[in-house]
């Protein structure tokens, strides 16, 4: 059993300059979002005018607040728009959305539900990021005490709007989903991560964990050629990956499959899982990282040049609390 919480609180005193603390968010939200790319990145971004991708994630965070902003961050909403798009455009079943086995705000409905519901699952809140349960109960059994105890904390709203200002995930509906486990046994599936731009593949990157237990990455330019990263675990630049082995047909379809969701999108990335020769919907993600990730200057320029933002009219644009 796996469980991601999200970020650590921090204890006092550090709390009282954390951003996670409990001043930070009374901030307003640009002066706040100013102060994360400071830390982070070592200077001051320009969020007005922006030309790196991390200055344009936060020129997204403070303006659009497009329906379509909405659609990324709602995991049901984007699940079925993935799955409706892939058919409409006869997209191979190598293609899959993970099957919804419950969906709802009542710990004893689930709780009652279980004995309905596979062994493997994962549980997560559908208006946020970084929380998740990956059960399986014929190993590990799941107590009534821990189902409660996460429904409180997850159905809750949390940092991803109250301090990041993450817009989007306001617009989501405050449920939990019970899903399709990916993977086999224990071994994590293969996470891949595609950058787009109506419907283009600007860049992808591969995560995985190898079978004596570390982790790997592999980042690859738009071409899926790979590229230095920089991360932690990066694998030889000439090491057989998740997408450097396929065939020319396979590249074929997965840009296809690809275009078919993230078309509508000026930017979005796409998250899959790789798994017994296929591929599942991850989920969308449109803060990636926050902005608050150190890419490499040329990576950031380049990015950020694929990106042509919209505009934002004035009720498109927030108050910025």
Request: hydrophobic fraction near 35%.
């Amino acid at each position: 059993m796996i469980i991601g919480r999200g970020p650590n609180r921090p204890w006092f005193p550090l709390s009282l300059l954390h951003p996670l603390g409990p001043n930070f968010r009374h901030l307003p939200l640009t002066f706040r979002r100013h102060l994360l790319y400071l830390r982070t990145h070592g200077r001051w971004g320009n969020f007005s005018s922006p030309r790196r991708f991390t200055e344009k994630i936060q020129w997204r965070i403070l303006n659009d607040r497009r329906d379509l902003i909405t659609l990324a961050c709602d995991k049901l909403r984007s699940k079925e728009h993935v799955a409706n798009q892939w058919r409409a455009a006869g997209i191979s079943d190598r293609f899959k959305v993970p099957a919804t086995y419950w969906t709802g705000t009542n710990a004893g409905e689930l709780i009652a539900s279980l004995p309905l519901i596979p062994n493997r699952f994962v549980m997560k809140p559908n208006h946020s990021s970084g929380r998740h349960l990956v059960a399986d109960t014929s190993l590990h059994p799941l107590s009534s005490e821990l189902i409660n105890e996460l429904f409180i904390e997850w159905l809750d709203s949390d940092e991803e709007t109250k301090v990041m200002g993450h817009w989007g995930y306001l617009g989501s509906e405050q449920t939990m989903i019970v899903e399709e486990r990916v993977g086999e046994d224990d071994q994590a599936p293969i996470d891949i991560r595609i950058f787009t731009n109506r419907g283009e593949i600007s860049g992808a990157a591969c995560t995985g964990v190898s079978v004596n237990g570390t982790k790997w990455s592999a980042t690859y330019n738009a071409s899926f050629v790979r590229r230095p990263s920089g991360f932690p675990g990066q694998l030889p630049l000439d090491a057989i990956t998740p997408l450097s082995d396929l065939t020319a047909d396979e590249m074929r379809e997965l840009r296809a499959a690809i275009r078919a969701v993230s078309e509508s999108f000026d930017q979005v990335r796409v998250d899959l899982y790789r798994s017994g020769g296929a591929f599942y919907f991850g989920e969308f993600t449109a803060y990636s990282s926050g902005g608050l990730v150190e890419y490499n200057e040329e990576t950031d320029y380049r990015l950020g040049a694929l990106w042509q933002l919209p505009c934002a009219t004035a009720s498109e644009r927030s108050d910025q609390r």
